[in-house]
Structures are given as C-alpha cells and as structure tokens.
C-alpha cells in the first residue's frame, strides 16, 4: 500500500478548520497533523480543549506551537518601532498575527516533510491570501489546499457535514467574531457589515468595570524602544510587560474602535477591535521618540511605518524590503530611553510627559517661546534672509503667482 499523503492544517478548533480536519481525512484520505500556533490570544485551557477536539476529529497528530515571543520579536517590535497604526488607527493586530501563525505553519510543514498544507480561509476575506503568500514562498513544492474556499461552502453546509459525520459540536453561531492575540483582538458582527453603525458595548470582550473615580496614573519605561517595565515592575521578556499592561488597562475598556480600510481582495472592510495595551504602548513611545529623536528621523520614520503597516497588511512580510525597513527603525531607538506617565480613565488615557536622559528638550538649550541660548537676533536674520532668498527671486521674476 502507498503511504497516506501527509497534510498539515492550520486548526483553531472552529467551524472551519473542523471541517477541514474531518473532510480531509475522511474524505480525502490524508494523515492530518493539526498545527494551532499560539500567538497569545490562547490559555492553557484552550488548548487542552481544542486538542482534545482535534482528535476527536480524527487528526494523526495534534501540536501546539508557542509563538508569543517569536510573534513579538519578530514583528511586534518592529510595530512598537515604527508607531505603525494602519490608517493612523488599526494596531494591525490580526494582519501581524497571521502572518506569523503562517510562518510557523509553514516551518512545522518543512519539518514533517508534509505534502500539503491546509487552511479554513474562505474566498472572501484577508487570511486567504496572507496563508497562500507565505506558504508559496516558504514550501513552493507543498500543495496548498483550501477545501472551504474550493468548494464554496456556506456555514450551512459545512454544519450538515460534520452532523453526518457524527460531529458533535456547538454549532451555534456566535453574535460576534472574536480573534484575540498578544497585540489586540478583533470584533466582527452585523454592524461592522454596515457604514453607519457602532458596535455595541455587550459585543466586546471585555467590559467596563472602572470610574473616573479609580483613574489610575501607571508609568511605561522603555529601553532601546523596548517597554521593560511597568510602575517599577520589570519582566523577561517585552510579551510579558505586554500582557501586564492589558490586564490593568483592560478593566478601562480602553483602546476600542472601528477600522475602515482597503482589503487585499479589493473592497472596503470595516472591523472593530480593542486594544488597550498596543495603543498604550504606541503613544507613549511615539510621545518619548518626539523627546528623544531628531526632526528628520521622525519624518522618515512615518514615512516608512507607512509603508511598512501596508506590506504588512498586505501580505508581504517575507518581502527583504522589509528587513530593510526593520533595521532603520532598529537603528533609531539606541536614544529612545526614559519614562512615559500615563493615566488610565474609562474609555481614554492620557500621556502626562516623560522622564529621560536622552530628552532633546533640555532647558540648557533654550526654552522654546521663551528665552534662547544658543544663538542671537542676528543669526536669525541671516538664515531667514539666505534661507527665503530663493522663494524672493521666484515671486520677483513670477509677481503674478503671490
């Protein structure tokens, strides 16, 4: 007999990756090895569960990879490095965390020497494509396959499937669809479907359980563009100061919104999030960069970050321009120390000013509008008249254009 052909599947334990895991098998006659990789939106508990239910399904094999700290220096950093919000709001919290669960699917492929690989992405979104990208440019030789997207199947009958399978699962649709990592999670529902409409409070995660009456001052110290400690509280690594600062800034349901953007497939998408920890982070290190770098750094530095959330967004991580973008923002941020203060109220922060020895604005310079110290009248009279004396020749010889 020949050997059944190996084929591993990105699972998460929903309805699409279940269908997938029984539809391959059965089916299709494959040796499923279900990969669920770990980017912090799992607990201990989950995963126990949805192992349990991988081989319920009937996968050969079932593996957990723990990507939290690869997710974070890999990618996270970088995003911290640029102040990287898609359309000046979006953390691109699922855009990033895909691209890693790809990259660690596709490794786990290699070393199995697997023939295929399998996600549940349908046709209409995203994640199609980001999957499809990475695992063509990592495994060119391993068959990609996407049984929901292929077949074009509704929810409806992926439920008949599995019930004619003997699949016993909850196969009640959730209200909301909620995708939770190390750097945000995502809220989806009937009105992010519209232009018009809010999500609701009940649709978040997490809800509000503080006043302005338990306002709450924190302080944020970065290293390099590194957040390694919170109120004095330091950590091991950057993730965890991540995830600390969630679980004191969640109960503010701070970091709520909806993005409005491009999708990779060509039509305009709408999704909620919250993510009170990365917009924290974002903020408080872009306040400390405006201390701490020069003019042109910062210019350049938005420039890039730009560029760099779209390729990312985009689908295009392995791109090398990317390394390229990756070790500018690195190269920036040996001045970018101190100390940001930050006070946590329902539904907003506010950054109070930072502490650093690398602070641009020292006083021994100068105090802006006020009094200057290193230099005279008289050397600003000569660099407005050499600096203006282009813009006095053009409008001399064009008068009409004043």
């Known amino acids: ?32 090895h279900a990969v669920t990789v770990n980017t912090g939106g799992f607990s201990a508990e989950d995963i126990v569960a949805i192992e349990k239910r991988a081989y319920e399904l009937g ?10 700290q690869t997710y974070y220096d890999t990618c996270v950093k970088y995003l911290i490095y640029g102040n990287v919000l898609k359309n000046n709001t979006y953390p691109l919290s699922v855009s990033a965390e895909r691209t ?56 409806e009958a992926e439920i008949d499937f599995l019930k004619a399978n003997k699949v016993e699962m909850n196969f009640d649709k959730a209200l909301y669809s909620i995708n939770k990592g190390l750097w945000g999670t995502s809220v989806g529902g009937k009105e992010t479907l519209t232009s018009n409409l809010s999500l609701p409070e009940a649709s978040f995660p997490s809800q509000l359980e503080k006043t ?31 995830l600390y600062l969630e ?26 999030f919250e993510a009170a920890s990365a917009l924290i982070i974002l903020k408080a290190h872009h306040l400390l960069e405006k201390h701490t770098l020069s003019k042109f750094q910062l210019n350049l530095k938005s420039q ?10 985009e689908g295009l991580f ?15 941020q040996s001045t970018v120390n101190g100390k940001v203060t930050v006070t946590l109220l329902p539904y907003r922060f506010v950054l109070n000013g930072i502490e650093s020895n690398n602070d641009l604005m020292a006083s021994k310079f100068g105090s802006y509008g006020e009094m200057n110290l290193t230099w005279s009248g008289e050397d600003v009279k000569g660099y407005s008249k050499i600096i203006s ?13 004043l």
């Open 1 to 32: 007999m020949n050997p059944m052909k190996k084929v591993v599947l990105a699972y998460s334990g929903g309805l699409d990756t279940s269908f997938c895991a029984v539809y391959l098998s059965k089916d299709k006659g494959y040796e499923v």
């Open 247 to 272: 679980q004191l800034a969640t109960p503010f349901a701070i970091g709520r919104d909806i993005h409005v953007g491009d999708t990779i497939v060509g039509i305009k998408g709408r999704v909620g």
């Open 304 to 313: 890039l970050a730009d560029w760099y959330g779209t390729w990312l967004h």
């Open 212 to 242: 302005e009456a338990d306002k709450t001052e924190i302080t944020l110290e970065f290293k390099q563009g590194e957040l390694v400690a919170v109120d004095n509280t330091s950590f091991s690594h950057p993730s965890e100061a991540i």
């Open 100 to 155: 890693i669960q790809a990259k660690s699917i596709a490794g786990y492929a290699k070393s199995i020497n697997a023939d295929a690989i399998a996600h549940g992405s349908t046709g209409a979104g995203n994640d199609q494509v980001r999957f499809d990208v990475i695992f063509s440019v990592m495994c060119p030789t391993i068959e990609i396959i996407t049984p929901i997207r292929d077949l074009k199947l509704s929810r």
């Open 59 to 68: 996968v050969h094999s079932y593996t957990c990879v723990d990507a939290v």
């Open 389 to 401: 004396n282009s813009l006095a020749i053009y409008n001399q010889v064009n008068p009409d254009k």
């Open 318 to 332: 392995l791109d090398p321009v990317m390394r390229d973008i990756e070790t500018f923002f690195a190269n920036t």
